[in-house]
């Protein structure tokens, strides 16, 4: 059986065909791809694939977990000591406390506040 669903990306909507999963729970050969229709013509997309996250390289302190930067206790050129918080993370209703693996001087801040971090990624530079 085929469904016709809509859906949003990028500000552009789309019709999807999609057809449903019989009792075992495979699909046919013919459902391994989804047709998008446009105003102007039907294509056959492939299904988007997520970026990957930046990898934090020597000196950075990359983030725990995937969240969103609440708060930044320190600037650009600030000493820090290890142990030092250096800002808050939110993650399902929790926060948490990321700090300075190390003693050093703050030589880049990568977030901001109310920006969303995957885990691995650079938050602050140290040096």
């Known amino acids: 059986?085929?469904?016709t669903l809509r859906i949003s990306f990028n500000g552009k909507?789309?019709?999807?065909v999609a057809e449903i999963l019989d009792d075992v729970g495979a699909a046919s050969p013919a459902a391994e791809s989804a047709t998008v229709a446009t105003a102007a013509t039907a294509v056959t997309a492939p299904l988007?694939?997520?970026a990957a996250a930046p990898v934090a390289g020597c000196g950075d302190v990359?983030?725990?977990l995937a969240g969103k930067i609440v708060s930044i206790a320190i600037k650009v050129g600030d000493r820090v000591d290890a142990g030092?918080?250096?800002l808050v993370l939110e993650a399902m209703k929790m926060n948490t406390t990321v700090s300075a693996p190390f003693a050093g001087e703050v030589a880049t801040i990568h977030a901001l506040p109310g920006?969303?971090?995957a885990e691995g990624q650079p938050l602050i530079a140290l040096r």
Request: net charge positive.
């Open 1 to 3: 059986m085929k469904k």
């Open 13 to 16: 909507t789309y019709e999807v």
């Open 48 to 50: 988007p694939r997520p």
């Open 62 to 64: 990359p983030s725990p």
């Open 84 to 86: 030092q918080p250096l």
């Open 115 to 117: 920006e969303s971090v």
